[in-house]
């Protein structure tokens, strides 16, 4: 096949993807509202303290300061001046050809993670926010050490709320419906045990050994250079990540809680941090910025609590509001780079 018609597939692929989060997001949205009424979700929300949706917003932009650090430290590990670990993780990091990681400043990645912000709250396109960091980051270091660092930034974030999630939830099951019981048990479950063996390295590798280089997570294939970049890092700096994840989540569980205080939700904090894991890996389904996934999410999730499925749903809105007002900060740098990049491209003409 040539190269023109791989093109054209892969255009054509965007295409029917970016139409896909949209009908799901219009989709549910849609269905949500007509069974529980727009106008009394609406009604609810415009009642909403600001006060508390003004500190869930600058909770917000302080968590990514804060998912900002821990990738630092994971890009950082990369870079062979700073590497301590033992032979195996060395072998890692020469496999990974990441090399000059430890170049990358914290100003770079700061602005890489409210740029991605901007992306995923904004634009239904198949390049979220982790795609674009990754992206952006390869202009600093390898093309393997960006992804798998990236990747594994968001994979520690989530160990480290699984079992948030499932500490909490013996004391809140009673409160849940029992298939959200066994959702939170099987994707908190399964996500430690899947995350556990990628942290591994050995397993996995053994395990894809026999399949194309393409396909495998050993040899120089693709995707077992991604690999090598995640096991790489190495230890030292995956406990200093899941250290900082433990932060971030404590400020993501308390910002989902101030928004539902926002909306007259008498949740106690305690449910929030059974119930985050959920909100969380909603976020994952395809859909423009989480919008209509989230709402119908947190309509189940707190509906069962007493609060109203018209108080759950603005729950959902109210949080999407806060994370919409984040992207526009990220949208703000995102212009002003590229302002500078301009004017510096003419200034050098």
């Known amino acids: 096949m040539s190269s023109s ?3 054209k597939k892969t255009k054509t692929k965007k295409r029917w993807m970016n139409l896909l989060r949209v009908l799901i997001s219009v989709g549910v949205l849609g269905i949500l509202f007509w069974k529980i009424g727009l106008g009394q979700t609406l009604d609810v929300l415009r009642q909403a303290d600001v006060r508390y949706l003004l500190a869930a917003f600058l909770l917000f932009v302080l968590s990514l300061v804060i998912r900002a650090y821990r990738w630092l430290i994971l890009v950082r590990s990369l870079d062979p001046s700073t590497q301590r670990e033992g032979k195996a993780d060395r072998a890692d990091c020469r496999q990974s050809g990441a090399v000059g990681s430890g170049s990358v400043s914290f100003a770079r990645l700061l602005r890489l993670y409210f740029v991605g912000q901007f992306f995923n709250a904004f634009l239904p396109s198949s390049f979220g926010g982790d795609v674009v960091r990754a992206l952006e980051l390869t202009q600093d270091t390898d093309t393997s050490a960006a ?25 809140n099951a009673a409160r849940m419906e029992l298939w959200l019981v066994g959702l939170l048990l099987g994707v908190a479950g399964g996500g ?5 063996l990628v942290l591994e390295g050995r397993f996995l590798r053994r395990l894809t050994g026999w399949l194309p280089a393409s396909l495998s997570l050993a040899g120089q294939g693709p995707l077992a250079k991604v ?28 910002i989902n809680w101030l928004c539902g205080r926002a909306v007259g939700a008498d949740v106690g904090l305690g449910y929030f941090f059974a119930v985050t894991p959920l909100l969380s890996v909603s976020g994952l389904i395809p859909s423009i910025g989480g919008w209509g996934v989230r709402e119908a999410m947190s309509t189940a999730l707190f509906s069962p609590t ?3 499925a018209n108080v759950a749903a603005a729950l959902g809105l109210a949080l999407g509001i806060v994370t919409l007002a984040a992207g ?6 995102y212009l002003v780079e590229g302002v500078r990049q301009m004017i510096a491209e003419r200034g050098g003409a």
């Open 192 to 196: 430690l045990v899947v995350g556990a």
């Open 227 to 254: 690999y090598a970049a995640v096991t790489g890092c190495g230890w030292r700096a995956v406990t200093g990540a899941f250290g900082v994840s433990v932060l971030f989540n404590l400020i993501n569980v308390v």
């Open 306 to 308: 007493g609060a109203g």
């Open 147 to 171: 992804i798998g660092t990236v990747l594994l930034d968001r994979m520690t974030g989530l160990l480290v709320l699984f079992v948030m999630g499932l500490a909490a939830l013996p004391f």
């Open 5 to 7: 018609a791989v093109g």
């Open 328 to 333: 526009l900060v990220g949208g703000c740098i």
